[in-house]
């Protein structure tokens, strides 16, 4: 049990262009998920934190209009990267917590590239 | 604010020896948990351990343990007999609050463990 799915894993569009990227919870419901950013060679930066039916939080120095999520269901969170440039690249993880609250799974994470 | 301090970029050892990652951590709470995440080439996380600041407990899993000490805000990693599949980034990561690991993670910067035949 307590599987979270993202989709893509991988994607590669031009720059100017707007990725979605999915994180499902797939045997669970999630009230809350949380958006991870990680560049190469470096840590896992908390992004966002997405809660069913409300708007996100952002964390500081995170454009909350280039990263556009929603949550419309206690079972997928989606995280939209608007007019992507290069500098965008990263590797986007999704978590998510049931809705008891104590715990959180990781998804297996989505490699973006902006050309 | 919370912080998650692994001084070890990288760790390079020789098959069969132990090696301990260190990890320091910061906060303000006194109820928090503390994880060990492994990411291997894929980069997909996978969950190690997960302790809560109540139990200082050290725990023992096959060839991995951890020592949690408070009094020095430090929860170690230590794997003995390391082996070239345990080449990976380790993460440890720090949540704040009540809910049991459930709570926004903030994650160290990581410790690159490379074990070579």
């Known amino acids: 049990g307590a599987v979270v799915s993202q989709h893509p894993s991988r994607v590669i569009c031009k720059s100017g262009t707007s990725v979605k990227i999915e994180c499902r919870s797939l045997?669970?419901?999630?009230?809350?998920m949380f958006w991870y950013r990680q560049f190469p060679k470096q840590s896992l930066m908390l992004m966002a934190t997405?809660?069913?039916?409300?708007?996100?939080?952002?964390e500081q120095g995170v454009e909350k209009d280039k990263f556009l999520i929603n949550h419309a269901s206690l079972t997928l969170s989606t995280l939209t990267v608007t007019s992507a440039h290069p500098e965008d690249s990263s590797f986007y993880i999704c978590?998510?917590?049931?809705?008891?609250?104590?715990?959180?799974?990781f998804g297996p994470g989505t490699r973006l590239t902006v050309l | 604010a919370q912080k998650v301090t692994q001084a070890q970029t990288e760790i390079s050892v020789v098959e069969k020896e132990d090696v301990t990652l260190d990890c320091v951590y910061e906060?303000?709470?006194?109820?928090?948990?503390l994880f060990w995440y492994k990411q291997p080439p894929s980069g997909e996380l996978v969950f190690l351990i997960r302790?809560?600041?109540?139990?200082?407990q050290n725990e023992i899993s096959g060839r991995y343990s951890w020592n949690f000490q408070k009094s020095t805000s430090s929860f170690n990693f230590t794997i003995t007999a390391s082996q070239v599949v345990d080449s990976a980034v380790y993460f440890c990561?720090?949540?704040?609050?009540?809910?049991?690991?459930?709570?926004?993670?903030?994650f160290g910067t990581g410790t690159q463990l490379k074990v070579e035949l």
């Open positions: 906060t303000r709470d006194t109820t928090y948990y």
């Open positions: 978590s998510a917590r049931w809705t008891s609250g104590n715990e959180q799974f």
């Open positions: 997405s809660n069913e039916g409300s708007k996100a939080t952002y």
């Open positions: 990561a720090l949540s704040e609050g009540i809910t049991g690991g459930g709570n926004k993670l903030t």
């Open positions: 302790r809560n600041s109540f139990d200082e």
């Open positions: 045997d669970f419901q999630a009230t809350t």
